[in-house]
């Protein structure tokens, strides 16, 4: 239904002309008072979203801030302890009901034989991510680091998935953990060539920001500080330089490189990954906008 601004009459929701005053409907009055306070609601409840991270994330901050003053250089220590006790404790629970369920046993015994280098992982996650705040050449070391634990870590879960499919003979779980097996090293390559874009992006803002703070005065409001820097982390597809949906193109605007070296890296990860890099292009043709300045 439509209802008339004017005499608040019920009219069909493609009328013209109010049946009642003889009013005529203007052609923007095309939403009910409930699609506006949809949108209104939806508006509102983004903007409280986006006030809640930035309080979570301030909080985190602070948080991490005071942790790094107070414990130092043996913060990641404690840390790594503190994660290895937590999966100490689900072992012995995995154990304790191993009497009654055998899968969970079993599950218990193969995470008992990897204590140590569950605890070696522990390590070197918590002072991978220590000096890459710390040591800035360290950055470009983290990203291999943090390939290794995913490897290791997913393996794991294809092991127990493995042993629970076993004990419940699950021949679909099974081919999903043969699946599985086959994507580790494909799945470790993507996510070291995105944590390689991560760190020289996150540097190359770094730099800008740095250079902006000496040349800008300090009269430059904060707003158009904010701006410009959305305006440069913005990713695009490129409607400029693209052979297909212009993700390689647009990466290379991005990060200000020659699109030749992108593509050649894009064809040297599709031999070492079988070919899995075709689904990751195909991924951020849908999710990366086009670039709103280019022809397309």
Request: hydrophobic share 45%; with cysteine; aromatic share 16%.
């Amino acid at each position: 239904m439509k209802t008339c601004p004017l005499c608040g009459t019920s009219n069909q929701k493609d009328a013209s002309f109010c049946q009642h005053c003889g009013k005529k409907f203007d052609q923007s009055y095309s939403k009910s008072d409930f699609e506006r306070n949809m949108n209104d609601f939806g508006e509102e409840v983004e903007h409280i979203g986006k006030k809640i991270e930035a309080s979570f994330e301030r909080t985190g901050k602070q948080v991490e801030t005071w942790y790094d003053q107070t414990f130092g250089i043996l913060g990641p220590v404690i840390s790594a302890l503190i994660g290895f006790v937590i999966l100490f404790i689900i072992i012995n629970i995995f154990s304790f009901f191993g009497d009654t369920y055998q899968w969970m046993q079993e599950i218990s015994t193969f995470l008992e034989s990897l204590l140590v280098v569950f605890l070696l992982l522990f390590f070197l996650s918590s002072y991978s991510h220590y000096f890459s705040k710390k040591i800035k050449p360290f950055r470009f070391v983290s990203p291999l680091i943090g390939v290794i634990v995913f490897i290791v870590w997913f393996w794991v879960a294809i092991n127990i998935l493995a042993i629970i499919a076993t004990q419940f003979d699950l021949a679909l779980v099974h081919t999903f953990t043969d699946l599985f097996e086959a994507l580790i090293f494909p799945l470790a390559i993507l996510i070291l060539l995105l944590g390689y874009i991560g760190v020289i992006t996150s540097s190359k803002q770094e730099a800008e920001s740095r250079a902006k703070s000496r040349n800008q005065s300090k009269n430059t409001a904060y707003e158009q500080k904010t701006s410009t820097y959305d305006d440069t982390k913005r990713l695009y597809r490129s409607g400029k330089d693209r052979m297909l949906g212009g993700v390689l193109g647009g990466l290379a605007e991005y990060l200000h490189v020659d699109p030749t070296i992108i593509r050649l890296l894009y064809v040297l990860l599709l031999f070492a990954s079988v070919g899995f890099v075709i689904l990751a292009y195909f991924i951020g043709w849908i999710l990366i906008p086009r670039n709103p300045n280019h022809q397309w």
